[in-house]
């Protein structure tokens, strides 16, 4: 088994995370620093920073509604890091990520498994945003918007558009592209004011004050397993 797939499926951490402790030479198979290409063999002793990884425990499933300024890494260097942030008492990892200056929800757990699943763009699963912009929405704006607009040399793909005032709208996208929504809209000649993630897949923010988290329901937990698996 490759080593990334490993440590993330021990619920220690995500793939994304397990590569940056690769890079930086952090995890050991039998006292060897390893790359990201090695694999572990039953009985291999694999280490991080030195240590056993710690059994996963009890599945932790949390849902944040991240506030601007707060980034989405584990890195404990990074100021404002959404882990000190949450101050879960157990490890956990985001799901994804928002960019510092982007607000709403965001899913953090210690389930490596599912991590991974909701993580690979072709299971095509909905994420919802409420976006505002520094000119008024027209209908030509929400049509490429909708049928999709030319950055990192692709092409986004259609998507859910919809006018909710004269400076905002919803868009429910079904890809992950880097700052995607914000790049599009650069792309026809807006400028992102806020951007808020209000829902992925059947999770929604309902409620939930800015700053604060809850664990999932048995039911939400229930329906999102059941899309995935």
């Given at each position: 088994?490759?080593?990334?797939?490993?440590?993330?499926?021990?619920?220690?951490?995500?793939?994304?995370?397990?590569?940056?402790?690769?890079?930086?030479?952090?995890?050991?198979?039998?006292?060897?620093?390893?790359?990201?290409?090695?694999?572990?063999?039953?009985?291999?002793?694999?280490?991080?920073?030195?240590?056993?990884?710690?059994?996963?425990?009890?599945?932790?499933?949390?849902?944040?509604?991240?506030?601007?300024?707060?980034?989405?890494?584990?890195?404990?260097?990074?100021?404002?890091?959404?882990?000190?942030?949450?101050?879960?008492?157990?490890?956990?990892?985001?799901?994804?990520?928002?960019?510092?200056?982007?607000?709403?929800?965001?899913?953090?757990?210690?389930?490596?498994?599912?991590?991974?699943?909701?993580?690979?763009?072709?299971?095509?699963?909905?994420?919802?945003?409420?976006?505002?912009?520094?000119?008024?929405?027209?209908?030509?704006?929400?049509?490429?918007?909708?049928?999709?607009?030319?950055?990192?040399?692709?092409?986004?793909?259609?998507?859910?558009?919809?006018?909710?005032?004269?400076?905002?709208?919803?868009?429910?996208?079904?890809?992950?592209?880097?700052?995607?929504?914000?790049?599009?809209?650069?792309?026809?000649?807006?400028?992102?004011?806020?951007?808020?993630?209000?829902?992925?897949?059947?999770?929604?923010i309902g409620d939930l004050e800015r700053g604060t988290w809850r664990h999932l329901t048995k039911d939400e937990l229930r329906i999102l397993?059941?899309?995935?698996?």
């Amino acid at each position: 088994m490759r080593i990334n797939t490993y440590i993330s499926d021990t619920g220690y951490c995500s793939r994304r995370e397990t590569n940056r402790l690769l890079q930086a030479g952090k995890i050991t198979i039998n006292g060897e620093v390893c790359k990201g290409d090695a694999e572990v063999e039953p009985g291999d002793i694999v280490h991080i920073d030195g240590k056993a990884i710690p059994s996963k425990g009890e599945a932790v499933y949390i849902v944040l509604n991240k506030p601007a300024g707060i980034v989405c890494t584990a890195a404990k260097q990074v100021k404002g890091n959404i882990i000190d942030f949450v101050n879960y008492p157990s490890r956990i990892f985001a799901v994804g990520r928002l960019d510092k200056d982007s607000e709403g929800l965001i899913l953090l757990t210690n389930d490596g498994d599912i991590v991974n699943k909701m993580m690979r763009s072709e299971n095509s699963h909905e994420k919802e945003y409420w976006v505002t912009v520094d000119k008024p929405v027209t209908e030509e704006f929400l049509q490429a918007m909708s049928c999709g607009v030319d950055i990192l040399g692709v092409t986004t793909k259609p998507c859910e558009v919809t006018s909710l005032t004269e400076y905002e709208f919803r868009i429910i996208l079904t890809q992950g592209l880097n700052l995607q929504i914000r790049r599009m809209c650069k792309a026809l000649g807006y400028r992102v004011v806020r951007l808020e993630r209000i829902r992925i897949m059947n999770i929604s923010i309902g409620d939930l004050e800015r700053g604060t988290w809850r664990h999932l329901t048995k039911d939400e937990l229930r329906i999102l397993l059941a899309q995935l698996y």
